[in-house]
């Protein structure tokens, strides 16, 4: 079965703490995405990657950092920079030549 | 004026109701369209692309209107299960995948 996943599902941490969120895709797509989604708000888009060892910040990349270190993957990890972590993290991917992004299921992070 | 607006609703529709949501954006150069569904507490699911020539499938019909710059998208014969927040995603430029403009959603429930 083709498609995006993320781990874990639910993740409680500390505040202060770094905390890493897998993505992982098996579609072959070379873009790849991470936003953020807080409620009554839209999707933000936090980093994106279309290349290998390449990727380029969003609207919202301070606080976070993230790696590419193969196609497949797109880690993000929310460091203790970032004010307000607590949120729904959404990692997507798309081939280059669409707009057309799929998502994975998603980590709800919780910072106590 | 917000790049992407929608009427976040709630609509309430019985089932076998028709039903209506609009989307409008502000940059009359944007190239793509869409319409996802978020079910609660769950990632966006891609639900139709929007062509200049409207597209239909099944009982979902999705235009759009470059003069008014507005895209629509109609539900025929709702059943239960369509109950979910549709969104509205808008991309400036053809191909550009980092810059989705994503709609805070319209949220529907159809009732028995």
């Known amino acids: 079965d083709g498609g995006i996943t993320q781990s874990p599902k639910y993740l409680f941490r500390k505040e202060g703490q770094n905390v890493t969120l897998s993505c992982e895709q098996n579609l072959n797509h070379d873009a790849m995405y991470w936003y953020r989604q807080d409620p009554g708000q839209g999707l933000r888009l936090i980093y994106y990657?279309?290349?290998?060892?390449?990727?380029q910040k969003g609207d919202i990349a301070e606080g976070y950092s993230v790696s590419r270190e193969k196609k497949e993957s797109f880690p993000l990890t929310v460091t203790s920079a970032q004010k307000n972590p607590t949120a729904f993290y959404l990692c997507?991917?798309?081939?280059?030549?669409?707009?057309?992004?799929?998502f994975g299921p998603g980590t709800r992070l919780t910072v106590l | 004026r917000k790049e992407v607006e929608q009427d976040p609703g709630p609509f309430n529709v019985p089932e076998g109701a028709t039903v209506a949501f609009n989307c409008t954006y502000s940059n009359s150069a944007s190239q793509s369209f869409f319409w996802y569904r978020q079910d609660c507490r769950k990632e966006p699911k891609l639900l139709m692309s929007v062509y200049s020539s409207g597209n239909e499938d099944g009982r979902f019909t999705a235009q759009l209107n470059r003069a008014s710059q507005y895209i629509s998208l109609l539900i025929r014969d709702s059943k239960l299960s369509d109950s979910a927040t549709y969104l509205c995603?808008?991309?400036?430029?053809?191909?550009?995948?980092?810059?989705?403009?994503w709609g805070l959603g319209t949220s529907l429930a159809v009732n028995p």
């Open positions: 990657s279309q290349i290998v060892n390449d990727f």
């Open positions: 997507a991917s798309s081939m280059v030549a669409t707009d057309t992004q799929y």
């Open positions: 995603v808008v991309s400036p430029n053809a191909g550009n995948n980092r810059k989705l403009i």
